[in-house]
């Protein structure tokens, strides 16, 4: 085991009226803090998805965990071949190179809080993503930035049968 020591000397204080937001309804991003914030020790966003709203496909990470808290609502999040309901104040933590994947559960928004670690610059993948969104850019561009945000996307018929 490896003990990875972050590198910076300042505390971090991100107030909610100077975050970053992406998006809005049905999928809100808040930039929150990158890795380069914390010394590479997390890079952190909250998401708010609307009733039902798709968070994000099946991906995985090969060199970060995953850590999704349940601010409100309720989430479904795919972790290798199982599909979880996380409700208000729980938390799930999907280990690196583990599919995984999560939206709001139907019929109920979902708040949460997403950490990665160790930290990954992510806030361009987020911003990257908003320029899918409004046709920027296509689709297929992700594949080209798969290995610079350790985002590498993956089919699941377990996620794609529960979402139907």
């Known amino acids: 085991m490896s003990l990875f020591v972050p590198k910076f000397d300042e505390t971090v204080l991100v107030r909610d009226a100077e975050a970053e937001l992406i998006g809005g309804d049905p999928v809100a991003v808040r930039l929150l803090a990158d890795s380069s914030a914390t010394g590479g020790a997390l890079s952190t966003?909250?998401?708010?998805?609307?009733?039902g709203a798709d968070g994000a496909r099946p991906h995985l990470h090969r060199h970060s965990a995953e850590m999704f808290y349940l601010l409100d609502g309720a989430a479904d999040v795919l972790s290798g071949e199982d599909v979880v309901t996380a409700e208000r104040g729980d938390l799930v933590v999907v280990p690196p190179d583990r599919p995984h994947a999560f939206a709001a559960a139907p019929g109920t928004p979902a708040d949460l809080l997403i950490v990665i670690t160790p930290g990954v610059e992510r806030f361009e993948y987020f911003r990257h993503l908003q320029r899918i969104r409004l046709g920027e850019v296509t689709p297929e561009s992700l594949l080209?930035?798969?290995e610079l945000y350790d985002n590498h996307f993956l089919r699941s018929a377990v996620w794609d049968g529960r979402r139907r």
Request: a negative charge; aromatic letters at 0%.
């Open 45 to 51: 966003v909250r998401v708010t998805l609307a009733e």
């Open 144 to 146: 080209e930035v798969q």
